[in-house]
């Protein structure tokens, strides 16, 4: 399973000249160790309408469990302007930002997608620009975490967004959040909702 990750872990080669090295994607891989996917929460068409509502202690219960890791699903789609320039929410942002914050206060690491966006899915063309814009935005504003967090630009590519769209898109997306984001670790699968035959 580690080799799979590691295979869909996309990392920058580029030395920007800090201080030292950043984390290869092998070692950040190695450091997700045991991860927990936090579901039915913030990828809810609403935060509590699955039955969930994350809460401070959930974190410590995590971390007390011996996990290492969160990955977020977040459905980014429902909380954006459909119009351009498809705003993200301010309240919904923050209302991410203070649970990120519960995660780093844990030292858990954090991977951070994009998901349940039906829409891309079914007309990935009518659904580029909007796309590209959400994570422009997602880029922009998460530009100063430090390295534990990973950003995965979408869950589960399938149905019209096949293995020819999703690897266009993704050409797209890339220089998107590498422009803020030259040397973070992506976590990136494959079409056919991430299977590994579709590598």
Known sequence: ???LLATLIIFASTYLGHAAEPPTAAEMTKRLGRGINLGNALDAPTEGEWGVKLQREHFRAI????????RFPI?????????APFKIDAKFLSRVDEIL???????LLIVLNMHHYDEIHKEPDAHE???????????????????????????EPAFKLDADKWNALLA??????RA????RCLVVGP?????????
């Open 1 to 3: 399973m580690r080799t």
């Open 180 to 183: 803020k984001h030259p040397t």
């Open 101 to 107: 914050g519960w995660c780093r206060e844990e030292k």
């Open 172 to 177: 797209k997306l890339l220089p998107v959040i």
């Open 129 to 155: 620009e909007r796309c590209l814009a959400l994570w422009s935005q997602l880029a922009e504003h998460f530009a100063s975490a430090d390295e534990s967090l990973l950003l995965e630009p979408l869950n």
């Open 75 to 83: 459905r980014w789609s429902a909380h954006a302007d459909k119009t």
């Open 191 to 199: 079409a056919q909702w991430n299977n590994f035959r579709a590598l």
């Open 63 to 70: 971390k007390d469990a011996g996990f290492s890791s969160v």
